[in-house]
């Protein structure tokens, strides 16, 4: 495999070198004034911080409906975020030639509702801490399909060594590698990464799942924070499933009496059905819940073994149909439950 060596500062001298051009802008994490954050870069990059410790919200979600032709975007983020930027584009969400995406080796990260703000930075400080406090690595991270940069346009990866590798996956990765000083040459050494471990099929019941979800307001910010759930006319906007105001009412004249709030089941089974093909797992909806409901655990278990039956992994090739978009004969007869 050929890349290119590099450091911080050369990443961050090809990104001033690409925001130069008009019209170019670059997504990646940068500091507030306390935790690392998303960060948008339009004139020079500065603090850039190419891992962060902390996760709060997939930055897929700043880049629904991207169409402009004279945009350029570059991201520089975690492989899941990543993967749903790819999701994104094979649902017409995001037009491919406005972004080039690189993903980067991800150690894991806690989540920035228990985060202190004295988390390292560099990428095995963060791993050694997280692995020495296992506790604190979200559930998300600690079940992670893929760590490894190995999808979108270009990916960085971290070598044994502790040397820092960019390697391209696509003609417009190549197009990026091209703005970095350093020449291309083969590596022939080992990843700090490996493939994820495959866990097993996610299983439930009734039971566990109204006790799991009795705390849910409603409040629907698992939606909202939703990389990959972006419909413009969602189907509970209107009264059919959660009703309000006169059609509540007259529901509840017709059905009897309920448990408020009405259709919260039925509100996340929906979901889960919605997004059980293109979820990358982030866990990006657990972190907005303010009740702190394990929504990771079921829309990446359930995503997962519906995924697996058809071989398919959200995000990890552009190239990769999503599978309720074609229809193949028989294409189901060995699949197991």
């Not at 994104?88 to 991800?106: G, H, R, Y």
């Not at 698992?222 to 009703?243: I, Q, S």
Request: charged share 30%.
């Amino acid at each position: 495999m050929q890349g290119k060596r590099i450091d911080n500062e050369k990443i961050k001298a090809a990104l001033n070198r690409f925001l130069e051009k008009q019209n170019h802008i670059a997504l990646g994490f940068g500091k507030n004034s306390i935790f690392i954050t998303h960060k948008i870069y339009r004139d020079h990059v500065d603090d850039l911080f190419l891992f962060n410790p902390y996760f709060s919200i997939n930055g897929a979600t700043f880049f629904y409906r991207v169409f402009g032709k004279d945009i350029k975007a570059l991201m520089l983020l975690r492989p899941c975020e990543i993967r749903a930027m790819v999701e994104l584009i094979k649902l017409n969400q995001i037009d491919p030639e406005t972004a080039i995406m690189v993903s980067v080796d991800c150690p894991g990260a806690i989540s920035l509702k228990k985060a202190n703000a004295d988390m390292p930075h560099d990428f095995f400080e963060i791993k050694q801490a997280l692995d020495k406090n296992n506790r604190e690595l979200r559930w998300a991270c600690r079940f992670c399909r893929e760590k490894r940069a190995v999808v979108g346009d270009a990916g960085i990866r971290i070598a044994e060594d502790r040397s820092m590798w960019i390697f391209p996956y696509s003609d417009k990765g190549n197009e990026f590698l091209g703005l970095i000083d350093e020449e291309t040459i083969e590596f022939t050494g080992k990843f700090i990464l490996s493939e994820g471990v495959k866990t097993e099929p996610f299983t439930t019941d009734m039971a566990t799942f109204n006790s799991d979800f009795s705390k849910c307001i409603l409040c629907k910010n698992c939606r909202d924070m939703c990389p990959v759930c972006y419909c413009v006319d969602c189907l509970f906007a209107g009264d059919e499933y959660l009703p309000k105001g006169d059609a509540l009412i007259n529901k509840m004249l017709r059905t009897g009496t309920e448990i408020f709030p009405y259709g919260k089941e039925i509100f996340h089974m929906i979901r889960m059905y919605h997004v059980s093909q293109t979820c990358v797992g982030c866990g990006a909806c657990e972190e907005a819940c303010p009740q702190e409901i394990p929504l990771t655990k079921y829309f990446k278990g359930i995503s997962e073994r519906l995924q697996n039956l058809f071989s398919y992994m959200s995000g990890r090739d552009i190239k990769e149909v999503i599978p309720y978009l074609t229809i193949k004969e028989d294409e189901l007869n060995d699949a197991e439950d």
